[in-house]
């Protein structure tokens, strides 16, 4: 029972409302407000809202100039874009114009080069007619003088055969009396 009685006393004497410490008959959330409103009015005499709101107005002006540099730099940069945009549909239709050009100087140089051949085989194939032309008319004279040879040879043999000293004058007299008197 000497436990109980104990834990009677204990739980009396904790019912017993404490009090707050005071000083000066404020207890410490007055002093907690008046530590602040000392704080509040020693930032107003030393001006640190202005101090505050020149600092605050410096950064904005500084953020707005760097807003207007970006800007400036963003119209530079679409500037520059339009620019190689440009230049890039100009080097597109440079390099389309360059390859027609190609093309055409390509069918142009094969068109050329069919017609000079054409041309050469036409000319090398008249040059080798011409030849053969000129080595038949060598053949014909040939022949014909071979054949005039071989007929002059047989004909002189015939006529030494044949023909003596008598047999010629009487040959000579038939023609002469052929001719008659004129």
Known sequence: MA????VVAHTEASSIPEQEPTALGFGPAAW???AMLVVFALAIWKKVPGAIGKALDAKISEIRDQLAEAEALRKDA???KVEYEAKANAATSDAEAILERAHHEADTIVAKATDDATNLIARRQRMAEDRIAAEERSAIAE????TA???TAAATRLIAE???AG???ALVDQEIAALGPR
Do not use: C, P, S
């Not at 436990?3 to 104990?6: G, I, L, P, S, Y």
């Not at 022949?143 to 071979?146: D, E, G, H, L, Q």
């Open 3 to 6: 436990d109980v009685t104990q």
């Open 32 to 34: 907690v407000a008046i």
């Open 78 to 80: 679409e500037a520059l």
């Open 143 to 146: 022949v014909r003088a071979t």
């Open 149 to 151: 040879r071989a007929a």
């Open 162 to 164: 044949r023909h003596n």
């Open 167 to 169: 047999a010629d004058k």
